[in-house]
């Protein structure tokens, strides 16, 4: 209970502190920086009885706004892959512009080296764009003994999406483009519910399957 007063304090300290720098409702308005995933967060409260001393790993940080900077301020390491140079490069300035404690790294998970373990790894609509035998293998590597993955897979829609090519209402929208992300999903599903070296919770929200990994 602690920690889950401790994550909604810091929370709204944050977000007062970017709205007092920077005006008004900028939070919301200019950045659109969120808060973190509240399953996300239940999740991993429910799982570990300390997070201050645990190292995570996100995959696929994308320009760190998603909830990934507040998140790094609650744990001892927090590293965020990116693999696409300018969209890390942005993530760079939004984590120096809000004084955030990722560290960053300009590649895919696949070819990631390090010599820290990670307790916690997280995918955040990015596993469908890695190849899934060699991902999972890293993530057995990488993953402490009592660790936790959580793996935000969307739902196979044709809506709701950042690229318009994907959106079925919009004029942009390219269905040969529609499928293959489609069929990425469905694999990333299909090998989830079979994987063999570690427990597998699934659960199904408005717009994602989320799957919760543990040894």
Known sequence: MYYKEYIKTVSKYLVKKINNQYGGNYLTKQTKLRLPNFFHLETILDHFDTIHDKNVLEVGVGNGLNGSII????????????????????????????????????????????????????????????????????????????????????IPKPSGWGSNKLNEDSKEFDPEIWNRRKDELEEVDKVLRNITIFNVNKHELRRSNIYVLTR
């Open 71 to 154: 998140l790094s301020k609650l744990f001892n390491l927090y590293t965020g892959l990116e693999p696409i140079e300018h969209i890390f490069n942005i993530a760079e300035e939004n984590c120096k512009k809000f004084e955030c404690d990722i560290e960053f790294i300009n590649e895919t998970i696949e070819d990631f080296k390090t010599d820290n373990e990670y307790h916690l790894i997280i995918f955040k609509n990015s596993i469908f764009f890695t190849d899934l035998d060699k991902t999972i293998e890293k993530i057995d590597n990488l993953l402490t003994k009592d660790g936790i993955v959580i793996i935000d897979n969307p």
